[in-house]
C-alpha cells in the first residue's frame, strides 16, 4: 500500500520545540509514517494550541496485560506529557469480528460476554501508565453498531478486494490455499473507520498492525479529512530474547504479577536484552542510558543497571518501597535464602508423591513438568535438593523451592 500523501498540509516553520517532540516520537519507534506531515501537525498543535488526537485502539482479548503491550502504552504517556489528547479506545465491537493480523488461520471471534468481561480490567491496568485523568475513552461499538447493514456495505464499498490481498498475511493465505472468511476483511475497515469516527491525527500500533493503520489514513481522505499520520512500535522480545513476550510462551512479566515476582523476571534478562528494555520500557532518558553503555563498556558490573531497570518497572506498577523490597528480597534469594512472603499452603493425602505435592501447591502445572524441574536440580525441599522422582513426603511441614522464583510453605496432613 502506498504511504505517499495526496493532501496538501500548509507549511509552517519547524521550532526546536517541535524538534524535541518529534525525537521523542521517533524514541525506540519502527516508523513513523509521514514524519514531515507529522512535524507540520505538531507545528499547527504548537501555533494554536489545539492538540492533536492520538489514538490507540486495543481488543480485549485477554483480560491481562503484560509489559510487552506498554510499549506503545508508554509512548502514549509520553505524547500525553506533551499535552495532547490521547484515545484509549477499546475495540468490544471490532473484537466481534477477531483481527487476522498476522495469523496464517482465522482466528475465532469473542464472545460479547468474554468481551465485556475482559473490557472491564484493560482500562484499570492501561491507567498504571496513562495519565487517568486525561485520557479519553472511547468504545468503537459507539459508532460501529449504528451504521447497520447499510452503512456497512457503504464502508466497504470504498474499498477494493485487490488492496485487502495486498496485505502480507491475506496474501499468503489466498496463495496457500487457506481459507479467508469474508468477515476478516471487515477488521481492517471497521479499525480505519474508526479514525474517520475519532478524527484522529496520528494512530499509533504495533508493527503488525500496519496495514490496519494505513486503511484509516485511506479512508479518512475518502471522508474528506486530513489523514493521520502513523507511529508503529516494536514487539518486545520475551524473556528469552528470542520470541515476542507472549503468555501462552511463558516468556513475560504480567503487570499485576507481585513485586518480587516481576523483580526476579526482569534481573533474569540478558545483559544484551537489558538495552533493548531499556529503550522500550525505561522513561530514562537517551542520553542516561548512553551513559550507563559507557559505564559498562569501562568496567561497571551491568547488574547494577539491570537492578536500575527491574526496580523502576516495578515501581511503575506497585510502588517505589514495593521495588526496594523486591531488591532486599532477590538479593535474600540470591544467598541461598526463603522470601518472607511466601504462600502458606494446606494439603492432605500424606504420604504424597513429591510430583503431586509440587502440582497440588501450584508450584508446576503438571507432574511431567514436576519431573522434569527434579531431572534438572530445580527442586528444593528444606533447601536441599530433590533428585528422585519417586519421593513420598509424610505429613509435615515443608519450605518447597521449584527454580530460583517459586516457593511456598506446605503443610501437610495424612
Not at 171 to 193: A, D, N
Amino acid at each position: 500500500m502506498s504511504t505517499e500523501s495526496s493532501v496538501a498540509v500548509p507549511s509552517l516553520p519547524i521550532t526546536d520545540e517541535v524538534r524535541a517532540a518529534l525525537a521523542i516520537a521517533r524514541r525506540g519507534c519502527d516508523e513513523l509514517l509521514i514524519e514531515d506531515e507529522f512535524a507540520q501537525k505538531l507545528a499547527r498543535s504548537a501555533q494554536t494550541g489545539k492538540p492533536l488526537r492520538i489514538k490507540l485502539g486495543l481488543d480485549p482479548t485477554a483480560p491481562d496485560i503484560h509489559i510487552g503491550h506498554t510499549v506503545v502504552l508508554n509512548k502514549m504517556r509520553q505524547l500525553q506529557d506533551l499535552g495532547h489528547t490521547v484515545i484509549f479506545l477499546i475495540g468490544d465491537f471490532t473484537s466481534l469480528i477477531g483481527d487476522p493480523s498476522g495469523r496464517n488461520q482465522t482466528r475465532p471471534p469473542l464472545t460479547r460476554e468474554q468481551i465485556e468481561a475482559n473490557a472491564k480490567t484493560y482500562f484499570e491496568q492501561a491507567a498504571l501508565v496513562l495519565d487517568r485523568e486525561k485520557t479519553e475513552i472511547r468504545y468503537n461499538s459507539e459508532w460501529s453498531m449504528p451504521l447497520g447493514a447499510d452503512g456497512m456495505i457503504k464502508l466497504a464499498s470504498r474499498y477494493t478486494v485487490a488492496r485487502m490481498l495486498e496485505r502480507d498475511d491475506f496474501t499468503k493465505r489466498f496463495q496457500g490455499g487457506v481459507p479467508i472468511s469474508i468477515h476478516e476483511f471487515l477488521y481492517p475497515l471497521m479499525q480505519g473507520y474508526d479514525s474517520v469516527a475519532l478524527q484522529s491525527d496520528l494512530e499509533l500500533g504495533g508493527t503488525d498492525q500496519k496495514f490496519n493503520l494505513l486503511v484509516g489514513r485511506e479512508l479518512q481522505k475518502q471522508y474528506g479529512q486530513e489523514p493521520q499520520c502513523i507511529l508503529t512500535m516494536p514487539l518486545l522480545e520475551g524473556l528469552d530474547g528470542v520470541d515476542k513476550m507472549s503468555k501462552s510462551k511463558n516468556n513475560y512479566v504480567g503487570i499485576s504479577e507481585k513485586p518480587s515476582d516481576m523483580f526476579g523476571k526482569l534481573m533474569s534478562i540478558s545483559d544484551t536484552l537489558m538495552w533493548r528494555y531499556f529503550e522500550l520500557l525505561s522513561f530514562r532518558s537517551l542520553e542516561e542510558i548512553a551513559d550507563f553503555k559507557r559505564q559498562v563498556q569501562v568496567g561497571r558490573n551491568p547488574r547494577e543497571l539491570k537492578v536500575l531497570l527491574a526496580q523502576e518497572i516495578v515501581a511503575r506498577f506497585h510502588s517505589q518501597a514495593d521495588a526496594q523490597r523486591a531488591l532486599e528480597d532477590f538479593n535474600h534469594r540470591a544467598r541461598g535464602g526463603v522470601p518472607d512472603d511466601i504462600p502458606e499452603i494446606a494439603l492432605s493425602g500424606a504420604p504424597l508423591l513429591i510430583g503431586q505435592l509440587l502440582k497440588q501447591a501450584g508450584l508446576v502445572p503438571s507432574t511431567s513438568e514436576a519431573w522434569r524441574n527434579i531431572e534438572q536440580s530445580g527442586v528444593k525441599i528444606d533447601g536441599t535438593t530433590i533428585t528422585d522422582k519417586g519421593l513420598k513426603l509424610d505429613a509435615g511441614v515443608y519450605v518447597v523451592q521449584v527454580g530460583k522464583r517459586r516457593f511456598a510453605r506446605v503443610t501437610l496432613r495424612a
